[in-house]
């Protein structure tokens, strides 16, 4: 059960170590690109390619569903960043219950945003959790975690470490065969809700090195952003500058950006419609003067 590329690498795993997949569970195509076509998850693209029956159900709270998931006669659901909630009937219809690929050291970072949350909030590690599911969000009993260093990556690259390392964990954790667990700690935990289109407005009124993980943890979906003449532009990646000014102006023909302290300048950026570029590609066609203030 997963939908997005995070999740394929759990399903190659699974192929690949001899279990039997006997279906996939993904959400439902939906519209996307420039011409709103609908696109079908990343799972269901490889899930297809490797002949597995793919069902997408818009919600698995109707009893047809249940029943039909339960008839599966499943011994484990492998359940990867599938984006639905799932009730407790279908928590409870695989004999040995269902295993969750978790993108955070449990319990810090629990819910929709786990990698996005750990980078922007200056996190030096993150990890994977494989997670034996009940009702609550994300406050199952542990099976296995494992960290590794966030250092620069940007959030994407933070996801595909993870995806890698998840996917070789879950297959682990299914070998052992013990799925009791140890209960999630008391104390640490943190919630990771989901990343609003209004949050990922940059608020240069923010410390510079704030400004740099909003960028890291956002790129390069949906981005961070700011807006210049009515052109909203994504700041996909900086690194800090040892000047100051006005937050939100621009110092210099370099496109130093000031911030509430400190200040930050553009490594790559993106313009609507177009692709990723450094700073010094978008100030040959897109005049950035010094004094320019962003909003």
């Given at each position: 059960m997963g939908s997005p590329a995070f999740a394929v690498p759990t399903l190659d795993a699974l192929v690949e170590a001899g279990h039997a997949v006997i279906a996939v569970y993904t959400q439902p195509p939906r519209a996307a690109g420039r011409g709103k076509a609908d696109r079908a998850t990343s799972v269901e693209v490889r899930a297809r390619a490797l002949g597995i029956e793919v069902r997408s159900p818009k919600s698995l709270k109707d009893a047809a569903e249940q029943a039909a998931f339960a008839a599966l006669a499943g011994e484990v659901a492998v359940v990867a960043a599938y984006g639905l909630i799932l009730p407790q009937p279908i928590l409870d219809a695989p004999r040995l219950g269902c295993l969750n690929v978790h993108g955070s050291l449990l319990p810090r970072w629990r819910g929709a945003a786990p990698v996005q949350r750990a980078i922007m909030a200056g996190d030096a590690i993150t990890g994977v959790t494989i997670m034996a599911m009940v009702a609550g969000l994300d406050t199952g009993p542990m099976l296995l975690q494992r960290e590794i260093e966030i250092a620069d990556k940007n959030a994407a690259q933070v996801m595909e470490e993870l995806a890698i390392l998840g996917a070789a964990m879950m297959v682990e954790a299914l070998d052992r065969g013990a799925f009791a667990g140890q209960p999630q700690p008391e104390e640490g935990v943190t919630y990771a809700a989901k990343i609003s289109k209004a949050e990922a407005r940059i608020d240069w009124t923010?410390?510079?090195?704030?400004?740099?993980?909003?960028?890291?943890?956002?790129?390069?979906?949906?981005?961070?952003?700011?807006?210049?003449?009515?052109?909203?532009?994504?700041?996909?990646?900086?690194?800090?500058?040892?000047?100051?000014?006005?937050?939100?102006?621009?110092?210099?023909?370099?496109?130093?950006?000031?911030?509430?302290?400190?200040?930050?300048?553009?490594?790559?950026?993106?313009r609507a419609g177009r692709t990723p570029m450094t700073a010094d590609e978008l100030l040959r066609g897109f005049e950035i003067p010094a004094g320019t203030r962003l909003a």
């Amino acid at each position: 059960m997963g939908s997005p590329a995070f999740a394929v690498p759990t399903l190659d795993a699974l192929v690949e170590a001899g279990h039997a997949v006997i279906a996939v569970y993904t959400q439902p195509p939906r519209a996307a690109g420039r011409g709103k076509a609908d696109r079908a998850t990343s799972v269901e693209v490889r899930a297809r390619a490797l002949g597995i029956e793919v069902r997408s159900p818009k919600s698995l709270k109707d009893a047809a569903e249940q029943a039909a998931f339960a008839a599966l006669a499943g011994e484990v659901a492998v359940v990867a960043a599938y984006g639905l909630i799932l009730p407790q009937p279908i928590l409870d219809a695989p004999r040995l219950g269902c295993l969750n690929v978790h993108g955070s050291l449990l319990p810090r970072w629990r819910g929709a945003a786990p990698v996005q949350r750990a980078i922007m909030a200056g996190d030096a590690i993150t990890g994977v959790t494989i997670m034996a599911m009940v009702a609550g969000l994300d406050t199952g009993p542990m099976l296995l975690q494992r960290e590794i260093e966030i250092a620069d990556k940007n959030a994407a690259q933070v996801m595909e470490e993870l995806a890698i390392l998840g996917a070789a964990m879950m297959v682990e954790a299914l070998d052992r065969g013990a799925f009791a667990g140890q209960p999630q700690p008391e104390e640490g935990v943190t919630y990771a809700a989901k990343i609003s289109k209004a949050e990922a407005r940059i608020d240069w009124t923010a410390p510079a090195a704030t400004v740099v993980r909003h960028a890291q943890g956002l790129a390069p979906f949906p981005g961070a952003w700011f807006e210049l003449s009515g052109e909203r532009i994504k700041l996909l990646a900086a690194t800090l500058a040892e000047v100051s000014g006005a937050p939100g102006v621009v110092l210099d023909e370099r496109l130093t950006i000031a911030c509430g302290s400190g200040a930050i300048r553009p490594i790559l950026l993106q313009r609507a419609g177009r692709t990723p570029m450094t700073a010094d590609e978008l100030l040959r066609g897109f005049e950035i003067p010094a004094g320019t203030r962003l909003a």
